[in-house]
């Protein structure tokens, strides 16, 4: 008898013809593609457009330290100047805790109830967008971060105050060619950053609290002689009569500074930002003193003199940068420094023979 593994059926290591294997890359995945950089071009027409992504974008390039993103940033800026300007810019300031946030969201959900767009910038020279306490971070304007005619931008991360400045100041310009007609712009009221804010803004005000004290402790004099209009917030529940209180020491202590060159007199309001109690009166008093400064001419010429203070601000801050960057200047600088500590040279020779190093490097 025939063996029976010598029947074609036991064939052991007969290999069927499998089924098709699906790939084992995951063809929903989309590949990580390096973004191309858009053109000056592309940049200009998406921010006309009101394109919100592409303005994300530029704006981005003008934080950025690169050279070749500054150089794409300056000539987008430059393209977007014409379409600028048409805007009301409102610096608010105060302490932390004071209430900004809070108070920005029904700010913005008020003058938004007119129509237009509001974006809404920071300058905080100490925030790092690695930690948490970032202005005009989005999570903090709950309603107006939700809203879609609202842009909230985070404060440019650390560096100079006058860097950080210079570049909300550009932002503004880009928000402004992308139709938004209110700028907010957010800082934190203890020190130099409101000047810078004050050089940018249309109207500066500035939030405060009733205290339990002497209301006006601890607050600067030049602070409160930049607002246009000071407004007392949680003016709501007990807080009040301490919130009126409040509000009439400080007229009375505006009554002491000189009448500033707009001709309008700063108000004292309160209001409480969390129950949305006087809100409007806050922005009423906003509009009244956009007339009046259009109406005498001060608006225009606040516009002018920040135009000239920016141009000489970028002047100074370009000369400097290119002059402690530059790779010859870097390479004498401790020396030169020891030399002048040492009374070996004076300051001012140091200075002459480093500057005459720098401009022979440039010819
Ligand atoms: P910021 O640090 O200036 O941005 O202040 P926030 O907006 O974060 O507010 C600080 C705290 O004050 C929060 O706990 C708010 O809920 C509270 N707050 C803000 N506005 C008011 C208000 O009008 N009335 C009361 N009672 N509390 C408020």
Known sequence: ?????????????????????????????????KKRQLSVNEFVEGIVKGDVTILSQAVTLVESVRPEHQATAQEVIE??????????????????????????????????????????????????????????????????????????RPSPSAGSLGGVARKTRE????????????????????????????SMVDFFL?????????????????????????????????NIDKAKLAAAQFRNALHLFPAPDSGWTPRVL??????????KEIWDMVYEYIDFVKGNGYFEY???????????????EQLRDSFYHNAKIESMLQEKEQQVLKGNLTSFVAAKSLLDTYFEDLK
């Open 1 to 33: 008898m025939e063996h029976p593994e010598n029947n074609e059926a036991y064939k052991g290591l007969v290999v069927n013809a499998g089924i098709e294997q699906p790939s084992s890359v995951n063809p929903y995945l989309k590949r990580k593609v």
């Open 79 to 152: 393209r977007c100047l014409p379409y600028s300007g048409n805007s009301i810019r409102v610096g608010i300031s105060g302490v932390p805790g004071a209430g900004k946030s809070t108070s920005i969201d029904v700010f913005g959900l008020h003058v938004l109830e007119k129509g237009g767009k509001l974006a809404v910038l920071a300058i905080d020279p100490s925030s790092e967008r690695s930690k948490g306490s970032i202005l005009g971070d989005k999570t903090r304007m709950e309603q107006l971060s939700v809203h879609p005619k609202s842009f909230i």
């Open 171 to 198: 932002t503004i310009i880009l928000c402004e060619a992308a139709g938004f007609d209110k700028i907010f712009v957010e800082t934190v009221g203890v020190g130099q950053s409101e000047t810078a804010v004050h």
């Open 206 to 238: 500035l939030i405060q609290l009733a205290g339990t004290g002497d209301e006006l402790q601890g607050i600067k004099r030049g602070i409160m002689e930049m607002a246009d209009g000071i407004v007392i917030n949680k003016a709501d529940g007990n």
């Open 270 to 279: 309160t209001y409480s930002g969390f129950y949305n109690l006087g809100v």
């Open 302 to 316: 606040r516009r002018n003199e920040q135009s000239k203070y920016w141009m000489y601000e970028s002047i100074n």
